[in-house]
């Protein structure tokens, strides 16, 4: 039996006359204090105001057309009807803007958060992201790859298009994978705290468990994110015949992705009407948290999907590491590291005023090898594979269209 919830009787009368006196909610952060690198471009008008600027921005940035063709969850399928990144981010966009819009907070700002978060995520979702971290890590000793980290190092180093410092904050805090019960935003109002935080995260492997938006906006999007995949990934699985029917526990918050969805915004709105940050019931977190800890044993560990991964994709990877380092080391323009990477940037960046500390192609090579590889989607790193190693020993069988 389905369960829907619904926001008490008195919450919505106090909605309904607080928007009758056109009250607004002095916790949203507003348009005109929005702050950028350069802060004499991008200049907010009525037709194209401060934050949708930036939705638009990170819309038109090239990177967001592959978010079409890379893993949400499951890479080895072909399947039309499991989700892509593309997708995802679109519901994290709907489900943010939703709550957020009944507590009164900046829509566009959280669009804009949502639209960008995932844009730095590797080929093969999470085990990609994994992956390619470990081999950085061999190859320099230094750096963490985390995809949130470098979705914002895409939209501020790669291509340099004066995204607002809120919104690349909410993009870099948000993290899928800590659920928290109450969300409170932190200070921080200029770039110079916002570039040691970003720093941190490279260098500290602890620093990303401890980022917090500096928005309500972001602190939403965040929670959105898991909102947004909890129920989804439990309908793809089942759909893929990977999950027998709702063999989850059910709780205070339903089995189903309609029900998750709607039973944690009103509980969230609930909870955090008129208040400076974010707020769930005690028992709406432990079930998030028993159901997460739900689809990591019968999902993200599933043994035949994590074995294909660890067999095939990492070794592609490795291969494909090493060869695009020593193109980038050798310095042939004829190269495809060269051709389809470093040309591609250039012609990115052709019109933009850059900020970046060094120019792009003058960065170090095992970092631009990252962000060669990160920024590939699925079916393009195969290819890449198969075109570099014509008699390579790995490969990616997919389950087709009628196999199921």
């Known amino acids: 039996m389905a369960q829907y919830h619904s926001l008490s009787k008195e919450l919505q009368e106090r909605i309904l006359e607080d928007r009758e006196k056109h009250k607004k909610n002095p916790y949203a952060f507003p348009d005109e204090k929005i702050v950028r690198r350069r802060m004499d471009h991008d200049k907010a008008n009525l037709w194209r105001p401060a934050f949708v600027r930036d939705v638009e921005k990170i819309m038109h940035v090239p990177y967001y057309n592959r978010y079409s063709d890379k893993t949400q969850v499951f890479s080895f399928y072909?399947?039309?009807?499991?989700?892509?990144?593309?997708?995802?981010?679109?519901?994290?966009?709907?489900?943010?803007?939703?709550?957020?819009?009944?507590?009164?907070?900046?829509?566009?700002?959280?669009?804009?958060?949502?639209?960008?978060?995932?844009?730095?995520?590797?080929?093969?979702?999470?085990?990609?992201?994994?992956?390619?971290s470990s081999l950085y890590q061999e190859h320099t000793g230094r750096f963490y790859f985390n995809h949130n980290v470098h979705s914002v190092r895409v939209l501020?180093?790669?291509?340099?298009?004066?995204?607002?410092?809120?919104?690349?904050?909410?993009?870099?805090?948000?993290?899928?994978?800590?659920?928290?019960?109450?969300?409170r935003p932190c200070e921080m109002s200029t770039f110079v705290e916002y570039d040691k935080k970003v720093e941190a995260c490279y260098v500290d492997e602890k620093a990303i468990g401890e980022l917090i938006p500096c928005t309500l906006e972001g602190c939403v999007m965040r929670i959105c994110d898991i909102i947004a995949y909890l129920g989804k990934d439990r309908q793809d699985a089942m759909r893929l015949n990977l999950l027998k029917e709702s063999p989850f526990t059910a709780g205070a918050i339903g089995t189903s992705n309609g029900e998750i969805i709607n039973?944690?915004?009103?509980?969230?709105?609930?909870?955090?009407?008129?208040k400076d940050y974010l707020k769930m019931?005690?028992?709406?977190?432990?079930?998030?948290?028993?159901?997460?800890?739900?689809n990591y044993e019968m999902i993200y560990n599933n043994k035949s999907l994590n074995d294909l991964y660890e067999n095939e994709i990492r070794?592609?990877?490795?291969?494909?590491?090493?060869?695009?380092?020593?193109?980038?080391?050798?310095?042939?323009?004829?190269?495809?590291?060269?051709r389809h990477h470093m040309a591609y940037m250039e012609k990115n960046n052709f019109y933009v005023k850059s900020h970046v500390r060094k120019p792009y192609a003058e960065q170090e090579k095992n970092q631009l090898v990252v962000d060669y590889l990160a920024s590939m989607t699925d079916d393009y790193f195969i290819a890449l594979y198969h075109y570099l190693f014509p008699k390579g020993k790995h490969d990616v069988k997919f389950v087709g269209y009628f196999d199921l």
């Not at 180093?157 to 994978?177: A, F, K, P």
């Not at 990877?317 to 380092?325: A, M, N, P, R, V």
Request: net charge negative; hydrophobic share 35%; glycine share 8%.
């Open 315 to 338: 070794p592609m990877f490795g291969e494909l590491y090493e060869e695009l380092l020593r193109q980038a080391e050798s310095g042939d323009k004829s190269s495809v590291f060269y």
């Open 156 to 183: 501020d180093d790669m291509v340099n298009w004066n995204i607002s410092l809120q919104t690349l904050d909410g993009i870099l805090c948000h993290n899928g994978e800590l659920e928290l019960k109450e969300y």
């Open 78 to 132: 072909q399947n039309d009807d499991i989700s892509r990144r593309a997708l995802h981010v679109q519901l994290v966009s709907r489900i943010a803007r939703n709550i957020g819009s009944v507590l009164g907070l900046n829509e566009s700002l959280i669009e804009a958060i949502s639209l960008g978060h995932d844009i730095g995520h590797t080929p093969f979702g999470h085990a990609g992201e994994r992956i390619l």
């Open 263 to 274: 039973n944690f915004s009103v509980n969230i709105i609930e909870n955090s009407y008129g």
């Open 281 to 294: 019931d005690e028992e709406y977190f432990d079930a998030l948290r028993q159901a997460k800890k739900e």
